[in-house]
């Protein structure tokens, strides 16, 4: 246990320290944000309809942008190899950190959405469900990324094939999550597609450490 925590903490580390990814992310969905009115005009009620979609795309590739860094800086020092040699089991190890690629990706996505939120004129009512699909959802990307970066680490040009591989994992996340802050805006119920989400959300952190661990035992044999 006392393994986990530090490695958690150093990852923990390098993402926060100059360089490490993790505030890219965030400047990203802030400008991206931004940018959508310029692109599809002031009107609040066009801002409103394709709030829901734009804040889940931002965050969906602000948090692409630090998965190549997940495995990769510790594949080219020999952190790797002492880590797979460890009597930790791997699969607990890719958890640990693709939970630090949440902590420093997906957590400060969730609180600065809502603010933005405000500026797409997004309905306060759908406000309380932006945040919860967010906090379901999100672990989900950083978990798939985990295993997109498991699968390309050590590769040549990994990040563009990083993305290639994790975009199409992603959809059905990005399909549950906007249409629940849809029909939240709509003054329907969205709990049945919250409810779908989270179902795949735990079926992602199920199955991805194994399929993680088994990808990096073949990239390092």
């Known amino acids: 246990?006392?393994?986990?925590?530090?490695?958690?903490?150093?990852?923990?580390?390098?993402?926060t320290r100059s360089g490490g990814g993790a505030g890219?992310?965030?400047?990203?969905?802030?400008?991206?944000?931004?940018?959508?009115?310029?692109?599809v005009g002031p009107d609040p009620g066009t801002l409103a309809k394709v709030a829901p979609g734009t804040l889940w795309i931002g965050a969906l590739l602000a948090a692409l942008l630090s998965l190549d860094r997940l495995f990769q800086t510790d594949f080219e020092d020999g952190t790797l190899d002492v880590l797979v040699l460890s009597p930790v089991p791997l699969e607990v190890l890719t958890a640990t950190k693709a939970l630090a690629h949440w902590l420093t990706t997906g957590l400060p996505l969730i609180v600065l959405a809502p603010i933005?939120?405000?500026?797409?004129?997004?309905?306060?009512?759908?406000?309380?469900?932006?945040i919860?699909?967010?906090?379901?959802?999100?672990?989900?990307?950083?978990f798939l990324g985990m295993l997109g970066a498991a699968l390309t680490v050590g590769l040549k040009r990994g990040g563009l094939l990083l993305s290639v591989l994790v975009l199409p994992l992603y959809i059905p996340t990005?399909?549950?999550?906007?249409?629940?802050?849809?029909?939240?805006?709509e003054g329907q119920d969205p709990l049945s597609t919250l409810a779908?989400?989270?179902?795949?959300?735990?079926?992602?952190?199920?199955?991805?450490?194994?399929?993680?661990?088994?990808?990096l035992k073949v990239q390092l044999s």
């Open 196 to 215: 779908l989400l989270a179902a795949l959300t735990l079926f992602i952190l199920a199955m991805t450490p194994f399929a993680a661990a088994a990808a």
């Open 174 to 185: 990005l399909i549950l999550g906007a249409r629940t802050v849809v029909l939240a805006a």
């Open 1 to 15: 246990m006392a393994g986990l925590t530090s490695l958690l903490r150093r990852d923990l580390r390098l993402a």
């Open 132 to 142: 919860a699909s967010l906090l379901i959802g999100t672990p989900g990307l950083s």
């Open 116 to 130: 933005l939120g405000i500026t797409l004129n997004l309905a306060p009512e759908a406000q309380v469900w932006l």
């Open 24 to 39: 890219q992310g965030l400047v990203f969905f802030f400008i991206l944000t931004l940018l959508v009115p310029f692109g």
